[in-house]
């Protein structure tokens, strides 16, 4: 009899698949040394349960013995019954707890047969490989604490671990700082980690709905790198908080860049610590990584400090760079990552509690949906726990204003709506969206929170990959191409996008329920920059025609519902050389390149009219789809053109109507414009709010793979 699986789904029963045999079956069942009497119950030829006489004791491995085969109980199931919940959940704080008197440290895991607390003076294992202290931590129901009655302040500490007969040395899954490279924690009064004002810091965001943000994702390196950046502090949270910044050819570069854009979020890709294999603090200039491999959540990634080897400078520059961004205006969204880990057998997680904390298949392979070689269950109650608490400990210690979630259909729908919850209660406006893509991993596609559940997720946003697909062409087929570069049969397509892809007359199968869920965008860090998928794609294009797509590609985002989004660089055409995935490509390839920003300076101004428009019109910033519904008309146009009004002073607009038109023909068109006299203020070359041409009636004129704005 070939054993396929066996699965604890309660303390006392074991579900065992095995391909068909004549045999019968007998094995014997040892819980560590001890061998637990049991019945069987078969379910199907395939199929037995194991009803065991007396419960496991989780704290040993179970093998179950057939013949001179054997196979390992996996426990994965068991974590997600109500009978493991009610006797091991944890609701309370966990980490280190520090005041001048004393330190407390309390970590969870059922599974360990003993924890203890290991103190150094050093946060450099090459420094100071011994500790000073080793302090032994008591159980009760899976939490392990302790307490050191000293003044522990600028110490650093790990946890040492049995499991299973082995021992292990991790860092705390809690920790807040660490030495270099994230190998041990630090212990440090939070307030140590302020920089002057902090108390006085707050969100600049005056938004109402989250359809008035125009979010803007930056790498924190990759803002300042380049070497004619005239940043100082290249490559470092300090680097975005010099203003008035310029490069050799006196454009305005980095924060001031930004600021001129006049967008309100600024997404910054991944700033927690990251895998010391991917960046090394001590040489952060030998490799380049993005980081969407996360070693520890809540410690801010070392190679952007001044000094990573000290746990207060780390936390002060990343919380002065936030405390810059908002006296500047500009709201801060971070990029978390929690669907996965750099590497299972690495992390504290797994050191802690082997088998918890990530989704495993029945015959005790981890899930890979995130495609890095595991899945994290957030489905687990103490997962699902720490997602929340470390969004929330971001959120209030470093005063952020959203998040954005990597892979975010890895999530169960659960854990998304309480922390949607839980952010709600913070009392001020913090985004909250993600990547809602289907990905195989051990949930039920019901459970996901993807797209397509999207109802059950009511205020938390989604990128939008259909606008994204529709107009440049599909992101995973490098030669296809979309509405703005010429292919046919697409208006529909963009017409739903306009609508920010809710329900409203003539669209009646919505992708979102909401307005505030649809994050429109055209390129992202992910894939082929607009201008390099263009170049691939649109085949017998002249320069000049793919500078034009880039612009109404850029103008169709910033013009529909929704929420637009716009990757940094995209406003002077950036490019990657054609390649596609740079997440460890050298900097000359992701920075951005501010020298290319006089070349392309006529865009630049282009994108920044289409926001001012944008921020200036309520008409482009609809929250309630109902009331949409009232104010918006699609008219009849040429094919490859989709035009639209937005009416009667819509969503409280000052002007009357708005007549928007896309032309993505690679020639002009004649539309007969609805009754009344109108004015022109934006066309492909410019947008100016005072009006380019006045008392337009009747047949209009609109250029080739370009939009044309009209009011009246």
């Known amino acids: 009899m070939n054993l396929i699986s066996a699965v604890l789904t309660t303390f006392t029963t074991i579900l065992v698949k095995f391909q068909q045999c004549g045999k019968s079956f007998n094995p014997s069942v040892m819980n560590g040394k001890k061998s637990i009497p049991y019945t069987i119950n078969a379910l199907n030829p395939n199929e037995i349960e194991v009803h065991l006489s007396e419960e496991i004791n989780i704290k040993e491995k179970t093998i179950l013995f057939l013949d001179e085969s054997m196979i390992e109980v996996n426990y994965n199931r068991l974590f997600k019954q109500k009978e493991f919940n009610d006797r091991y959940y944890y609701p309370g704080k966990l980490g280190f707890s520090y005041s001048p008197s004393k330190t407390e440290f309390k970590v969870w895991s059922p599974v360990a047969t003993n924890i203890s607390v290991l103190l150094y003076i050093n946060g450099d294992p090459v420094d100071n490989k011994y500790p000073l202290h080793k302090i032994s931590m008591i159980e009760s129901k899976g939490l392990w604490s302790a307490e050191f009655e000293d003044d522990l302040r600028h110490y650093f500490y790990t946890y040492e671990v049995t499991v299973y007969d082995k021992t292990t040395e991790v860092i705390d899954p809690y920790a807040i700082s660490s030495g270099i490279n994230g190998y041990r924690a630090a212990i440090i009064d939070i307030n140590d980690t302020n920089p002057d004002k902090w108390d006085k810091d707050i969100s600049p965001s005056t938004i109402k709905n989250f359809t008035d943000a125009i979010i803007y994702e930056i790498n924190i390196r990759d803002m300042s790198i380049h070497p004619q950046s005239g940043i100082k502090h290249k490559g470092q949270f300090l680097g975005l908080c010099e203003d008035n910044t310029c490069s050799n050819l006196n454009n305005s570069t980095g924060l001031a860049h930004i600021k001129s854009l006049g967008v309100t979020h600024v997404q910054i890709m991944p700033m927690y610590d990251i895998s010391y294999k991917s960046i090394d603090e001590e040489n952060p200039r030998a490799k380049y990584n993005w980081g969407y491999d996360p ?129 709600n209660n913070l009392d001020r406006p913090i985004m909250m969206y993600g990547e809602g893509w289907n990905l195989d991993t051990g949930l039920d596609s019901s459970e996901k929170a993807q797209i397509a559940n999207a109802f059950k997720t009511p205020i938390v946003g989604y990128f939008n990959d259909i606008i994204r697909d529709a107009l440049k062409g599909a992101v995973f087929l490098e030669e296809d191409f979309g509405f703005v570069s010429g292919k046919n049969g697409l208006e529909e397509t963009i017409k739903h996008c306009v609508v920010g892809g809710v329900k409203i007359d003539g669209f009646n199968n919505p992708h979102f329920s909401s307005l505030e869920q649809s994050i429109n965008y055209v390129s992202c860090h992910d894939n082929h920059t607009l201008w390099d998928k263009l170049l691939v794609s649109a085949k017998n294009a002249t320069e000049s025609e793919i500078l034009d797509m880039h612009k109404l590609a850029l103008a169709i985002i910033i013009t529909a519902q929704g929420i637009p989004f716009i990757h940094s660089g995209c406003e002077f055409c950036r490019t990657k050389n054609g390649i596609e995935n740079t997440f460890s490509s050298p900097d000359y390839i992701n920075w951005m390149d501010w020298e290319r920003k006089l070349n392309f300076a006529s865009v630049v101004d282009y994108v920044r009219e289409l926001i001012r428009l944008r921020k200036y019109h309520l008409a482009f910033r609809f929250s309630d789809a109902n009331k949409l519904n009232n104010h918006i008309s699609f008219i009849n146009s040429p094919k490859n053109t989709v035009a639209f009004i937005l009416k009667d002073n819509a969503n409280g607009d000052k002007w009357k109507d708005i007549l928007i038109i896309y032309n993505a023909n690679r020639y002009d068109v004649n539309m007969y414009l609805p009754e009344g006299q109108w004015n022109l203020i934006g066309n492909k070359h410019t947008v100016e709010l005072k009006s380019l041409a006045n008392n337009i009636s009747g047949n209009f004129n609109v250029n080739s793979i370009g939009i044309a704005i009209l009011y009246r």
């Open 295 to 423: 070693q520890n959540y809540n410690i801010p990634e070392g190679s952007y400090s001044t000094n990573p080897y000290n746990p207060i400078i780390r936390i002060k520059e990343m919380k002065t760079m936030i405390q810059s961004f908002h006296t500047h205006g500009l709201c801060v969204n971070m990029d978390v990552v929690y669907n996965h880990i750099y590497k299972i057998e690495e992390s504290s997680f797994h050191g802690i509690f082997p088998g918890y904390y990530f989704r495993y298949k029945d015959d005790g392979t981890p899930w890979n949906g995130s495609a890095c070689s595991n899945d994290t269950a957030s489905e687990h109650l103490m997962m699902r726990k720490f997602i929340k608490d470390s969004v929330l400990y971001w959120a209030q210690e470093y005063h952020l204003d959203g998040f954005r979630f990597d892979l975010m259909g890895l999530h169960d729908i659960t854990t998304i709506n309480e922390l949607r919850a839980e952010l």
